[in-house]
């Protein structure tokens, strides 16, 4: 796979429609989608090394070059919300997550559990 053919695919995975699909209108209002997209990739390859130069091989009979090349991405989308446009005004419609919110939740009951022993070890 080229760079070009990678690039493509990131941009057709990392994309709001990925959380939603396209903006589309309803009884009189354009419903548009927004969402949060993050995502990140990477990418290399091995030249052949000084040491590894025709000369270095030359006892070894592998005339072969070695090398290689490899890259990959990864990525989340998330929605946040939409914004209905309806007789000329925007409204702001968020999207709830429930495990979002759970999440953050225990990770702050989490916490908060941590810093009453570690202040009860304290004190003893």
């Known amino acids: 796979m080229d760079v070009q ?3 493509k695919r990131v941009g057709e995975n990392l994309s709001v429609g990925r959380a939603f699909g396209a903006a589309y209108e309803r009884d009189g209002a354009l419903i548009i989608p927004v969402a949060l997209v993050v995502g990140g990739g990477g990418g290399g390859g091995e030249i052949e090394s ?20 490899g890259g990959g991405y990864g990525g989340m989308v998330m929605p946040t919300g939409v914004y209905v446009v309806k007789d000329g ?12 919110i759970i999440l953050g939740v225990l990770a702050t009951l989490r916490l908060h559990i941590r810093s009453r022993r570690r202040a009860r070890r304290r004190r003893d």
Request: proline share 6%.
């Open 50 to 69: 000084l040491d590894r130069s025709s000369e270095a091989r030359a006892g070894t009979g592998d005339d072969t070059p070695s090398g290689g090349a």
């Open 89 to 100: 005004s925007a409204k702001w419609v968020p999207a709830v997550n429930a495990n979002l």
């Open 5 to 7: 053919e990678l690039l």
